[in-house]
């Protein structure tokens, strides 16, 4: 039953997936398309290498890939869908319209940053360290549109009070009506209790797991030859094999919903909609809440809505009558510069008009004897309406004037806040490689064993899990291991005993007592030996084998 439904929703995808290819191909859009077909092909990548993974770590970024990966490609489709519902919606707009309804709000630029998330431990968990340790592998998955980011990986246990994600996420082509959705996803860590050993505790396991006669035959297995393999007597490091890598699972954990209300200059709080369970393996006591700041800047607060020369018409005049001004309008201001290289150097403005979201602008009509017409301005300052006249040095340069005016007002109540002031927009810093897993499974499959200097390999590894340096001298755990070295025991032979050779012996009394006497000849009678050959230093005494 259960492989029947797998393949039935594996059918069920293809089909989505192939409908989503279809919109894509209908619609012409390029940008999307390849975008969709990175996301299906980086997927299936992922897919093939999880079986293939031997580390923790590997494991579990290739599982927060293809969840990133169904998230784009649900994003692309949906994102699909709707520029195919606005194409449907603009053919069957009437054409007799008003100009106001074609208007568009400039995009604009969200950054979320700092973002931290409290936890709630129980007493006995976080003050008494009391109960098994529980670890969980977190990360934030955060959307605008189509467009998906995700934060670096984080490992959570009882000893953090909150979840930090340092950096800023930025997203560059978000418009007034964003959702930004923020997703807290949580995989669970399989033995979680085996990492909070100290080194005393490791050194104790070390001496109960190789024990007299583990270590004898492990011994005996690394004896031989210099050029052998360490499995058959070889001098090289013998690496035990490591457990089977368990795959993990990310599960949805909390999300929230974040548009142009919450944008701030600030550090906001935040709600979390918890999406798990207590008995979720997954489980993290969120406290429900979230800190963060985002902020937001639209292009129009940067780029210039229109530049030109304008003449500053005074009150009650028929004309201009000041010099021409290079007026640039941009942001909650109109800035006015004596010329283009001022304002090019970034000088101060001669004039600032006011430009806000209640700010009136009409059109100034030209009167008689040849007055050019121009854009009257109007803002309220202390309950009183002050109006400066703007004099274009042609008609179609001012209605230029007055269009653009009408789309910058039309995106500064679009984005109300945002252009009060200029928001401070951080840069992401570059992304770090992920943090490597602490080692799982038991000390045996840890341990890696160099027969040419067992006591400094062993030391290595109490010193990198224990974390303080190696301190110069014995290590403190050799007194474990003190004791007559242990020789394997050999079958009693049953040869007759062996003798030295007569070189051997004469060397033996040689280092006794002196050279030995020579032999007498059992011919002489007279009792005067013969002069013998001339005596030779006795060879070196030869060193038994054992």
């Not at 605008?144 to 009070?161: F, N």
């Not at 017409?373 to 202390?382: D, E, H, I, M, Y």
């Not at 010193?463 to 020789?487: D, I, K, M, Q, V």
Request: with cysteine; glycine share 10%.
């Amino acid at each position: 039953m259960e492989v029947g439904g797998g393949r039935r929703l594996r059918i069920l995808e293809d089909l989505n997936m192939l409908y989503i290819r279809q919109i894509a191909a209908s619609i012409q859009e390029p940008e999307l398309q390849r975008a969709l077909e990175r996301a299906l092909r980086v997927r299936e990548g992922a897919r093939r290498l999880l079986p293939a993974c031997s580390r923790p770590e590997q494991a579990l970024e290739t599982t927060k890939t293809l969840v990133l990966c169904d998230a784009r490609v649900v994003a692309a489709g949906g994102e699909l869908q709707r520029r195919q519902e606005a194409r449907l919606r603009g053919a069957r707009r009437p054409s007799d319209a008003g100009p106001g309804a074609e208007r568009v709000p400039c995009r604009g630029t969200v950054c979320i940053s700092d973002l931290r998330i409290p936890l709630m431990w129980k007493d006995t968990e976080y003050f008494r360290n009391k109960g098994e340790l529980h670890r969980c592998a977190v990360f934030l998955l955060l959307q605008v549109g189509a467009e998906i980011h995700d934060t670096p990986t984080v490992l959570v246990d009882r000893t953090l009070t909150d979840i930090c994600f340092e950096g800023a996420v930025l997203f560059s082509e978000a418009g007034p009506d964003f959702e930004l959705k923020v997703e807290l996803y949580s995989a669970g860590l399989p033995g979680g209790g085996a990492q909070g050993s100290t080194p005393k505790k490791l050194a104790t396991r070390l001496s109960t797991s190789l024990g007299r006669s583990s270590g004898r035959r492990a011994r005996a297995a690394m004896e031989g030859g210099p050029g052998s393999p360490p499995g058959t007597g070889g001098t090289g490091a013998l690496l035990l094999p490591p457990p089977g890598v368990p795959c993990p699972r990310f599960q949805l954990l909390a999300h929230a919903a974040l548009s142009l209300a919450q944008v701030h200059d600030g550090f906001r709080t935040h709600d979390l909609v918890i999406a798990a369970d207590e008995q979720s393996p997954c489980w993290v006591p969120l406290y429900g809440r979230m800190c963060c700041r985002l902020a937001a800047r639209p292009s129009c607060m940067d780029t210039p809505a229109a530049t030109g020369t304008l003449r500053l018409q005074a009150p009650g005049a028929e004309g201009p009558s000041g010099p021409p001004l290079f007026c640039v309008l941009r942001g909650p201001g109109l800035l006015c510069y004596g010329s283009a290289g001022e304002a090019e150097a970034g000088r101060e403005p001669t004039l600032t008009i006011a430009v806000t979201k209640d700010t009136r602008v009409r059109a100034v009509e030209s009167g008689g004897r040849g007055q050019p017409p121009g854009v009257a301005v109007t803002n309220r300052l202390g309950g009183e309406e002050v109006t400066h006249a703007l004099v274009a040095e042609s008609a179609a340069e001012a209605q230029r004037w007055l269009e653009a005016f009408g789309q910058h007002l039309f995106d500064l109540a679009q984005w109300k806040q945002c252009c009060e002031e200029l928001m401070r927009i951080e840069e992401p810093p570059p992304r770090r490689p992920p943090v490597p897993l602490p080692p799982q499974g038991s000390l045996y499959h840890q341990t890696a064993i160099d027969p040419s200097d067992d006591i400094a390999a062993v030391t290595d590894i109490l010193t990198r899990h224990g974390g303080a340096p190696r301190a110069p001298g014995p290590p403190p755990w050799l007194s474990l291991f003190e004791g007559p070295p242990l020789r394997s025991p050999s079958p009693p032979r049953r040869s007759r005993p062996r003798t030295l050779s007569l070189d051997a012996r004469l060397g033996t009394l040689k280092g006794r007592g002196g050279p030995p006497k020579p032999p007498h000849s059992s011919s002489s009678s007279s009792g005067s030996s013969s002069p013998g050959p001339p005596q030779r230093d006795p060879p070196r005494p030869l060193q038994s084998r054992v």
